[in-house]
């Protein structure tokens, strides 16, 4: 059997895509052999790879890290229209830096941070914004930046778990398996690490700095709610093509 053919008959919907990159990463037939049972087995393509495609960079992907998607375009998309070039960008529950890495490569100079409480998640992003000389740091959401970034941050980006708990063991098994939990579960109703992230955002945003969070067409309103109740003006912004949302708010 071809190795479209065993992918296909795993359920891998573009399953000749998946086997021409397989077969261009693997050194050796046995190596790709092994590749391809590991994605029969149904761990995420990008980890076997070992990279994710985003916005044209490969982003260094290791077992067991979120994997970015490409739905978080949008945020991306809409933080350029906001930040020019030196800029401060926080890039905060960082996952792999997938975020950061895509805005210093397309805004050019800015002074670019990230934090993640997951140490793979911060290897991955060390490597990841390394060209754009980020720092990334390792800790629960704010606590673990300096003092020094405190109401310096013109724009903060957040792709922070938004998945009900109720509804974890709805995904796909690729994320439900294959990903931390501490990156998919939002609590009861999606929006907890939501409503800490605009909490404490005005102690670390600039006047006129804008908060970015991606987050679920279902749990928009209340992300747009949690922004509000902490000072900002927030619209929620959704593009169908990618099936993404994301809440933008500034700081008055």
């Not at 490569?105 to 941070?113: M, N, P, S, V």
């Not at 998640?121 to 606590?143: I, K, M, P, Q, S």
């Not at 709610?225 to 929620?236: D, L, Q, R, S, Y």
Request: charged share 25%; with cysteine; glycine share 10%.
């Amino acid at each position: 059997m071809t190795i479209v053919a065993r992918l296909r008959a795993a359920g891998c919907v573009f399953a000749e895509d998946e086997a021409r990159l397989l077969s261009a990463e693997a050194r050796t037939p046995a190596e790709l052999d092994t590749m391809v049972e590991r994605r029969i087995d149904g761990e995420p393509l990008e980890v076997i790879l070992g990279w994710a495609e985003f916005r044209g960079l490969r982003i260094v992907v290791e077992p067991g890290v979120f994997v970015p998607r490409q739905r978080s375009e949008l945020l991306v998309r809409h933080a350029l229209t906001l930040a020019e070039p030196g800029a401060v960008v926080l890039d905060l529950c960082c996952g792999t830096g997938a975020l950061g890495a895509a805005i210093a490569a397309e805004l050019g100079e800015i002074r670019l941070y990230a934090a993640d409480i997951e140490p793979a998640a911060v290897r991955c992003a060390r490597a990841n914004v390394a060209d754009a000389g980020g720092e990334v740091f390792e800790g629960d959401l704010y606590t673990p930046l300096p003092e020094s970034l405190r109401g310096r941050v013109d724009l903060l980006v957040v792709n922070a778990p938004y998945v009900p708990t109720d509804a974890i063991a709805m995904m796909p098994p690729e994320a439900r398996d294959h990903e931390p939990r501490v990156a998919l579960d939002g609590g009861q109703d999606g929006v907890d690490v939501h409503r800490r992230v605009a909490a404490e955002a005005p102690q670390w945003l600039a006047p006129g700095g804008h908060l970015l969070i991606e987050t679920g067409e279902s749990q928009a309103d209340n992300t747009a709610k949690a922004m509000a109740h902490n000072g900002f003006t927030p619209e929620v912004i959704t593009d169908d093509d990618l099936y993404a949302t994301i809440v933008v708010g500034v700081r008055g």
